[in-house]
Antibody
Framework: QVQLVESGGGVVQPGRSLRLSCAAS????????MHWVRQAPGKGLEWVSI????????YYAESVKGRFTISRDNSKNTVSLQMDSLRAEDTAVYYC??????????WGQGTLVSVSS | QSALTQPASVSGSPGQSITISCTGT?????????VTWYQQHPGKAPKVMIC???NRPSGVSDRFSGSKSGNTASLTISGLQAEDEADYYC??????????FGGGTKLTVL
């Protein structure tokens, strides 16, 4: 079965960096785009970024463009999110999501990022 | 990209039907049939209930159905059950090659 396991969350000071990782299994990882979606405490879902199946293209939400970088390693079945210049408003649970036909189809359990001094 | 518009809350009694709307623009819902609906219980990850506007993934009850007209998508839940009480979100692919979510709708089963 599809498994997506996020890691790397934690508490970080404003302006610092954090790198999230997602380990995928149970499907042909190199065949699907992979997203990151976040959810601030008590708030709704916010799409963050996608990397295409082969890593050739990346797209970002305006709120993170220029600060976050998504990448993938198809040899290790992992997708990462490098988050720089973090702000308090980046505090959220970050979900790794597998794309199937432009639908956000399979979700991990999420990892909590808290940006606080 | 502005968020899709959903009602903040809806409610219904057990056995009744409810519909949640999700309004976008010609740059998202109006341009593609890549509308997905999610159910989220407190403290849990979202679960896909409907994809591609109206397709139910395997294992999802046929009490859940989706449709679209113009720039508005809808999720209908028939035969409401207590376990349907949750937050529901819609999302759509956009012409900017990004995705956008609705603000979420809290469903209360009375």
């Amino acid at each position: 079965q599809v498994q997506l396991v996020e890691s790397g969350g934690g508490v970080v000071q404003p302006g610092r960096s954090l790198r999230l990782s997602c380990a995928a299994s149970g499907f042909t990882f190199s065949s699907n785009g992979m997203h990151w979606v976040r959810q601030a405490p008590g708030k709704g879902l916010e799409w963050v970024s996608i990397v295409w199946y082969d890593g050739s293209k990346e797209y970002y939400a305006e709120s993170v463009k220029g600060r976050f970088t998504i990448s993938r390693d198809n040899s290790k079945n992992t997708v990462s999110l490098q988050m720089d210049s973090l702000r308090a408003e980046d505090t959220a649970v970050y979900y790794c999501v597998r794309d199937v036909g432009w639908n956000l189809a399979y979700w991990g359990q999420g990892t909590l990022v808290s940006v606080s001094s | 990209q502005s968020a899709l518009t959903q009602p903040a809350s809806v409610s219904g009694s057990p056995g009744q039907s409810i519909t949640i709307s999700c309004t976008g623009t010609s740059s998202d819902i109006g341009s593609y049939n890549y509308v997905t609906w999610y159910q989220q219980h407190p403290g849990k990850a979202p679960k896909v209930m409907i994809c591609d506007v109206s397709n139910r993934p395997s294992g999802v009850s046929d009490r859940f159905s989706g449709s679209k007209s113009g720039n508005t998508a809808s999720l209908t839940i028939s035969g409401l059950q207590a376990e349907d009480e949750a937050d529901y979100y819609c999302s759509s692919y956009t012409t900017s090659s990004t995705w956008v979510f609705g603000g979420g709708t809290k469903l209360t089963v009375l």
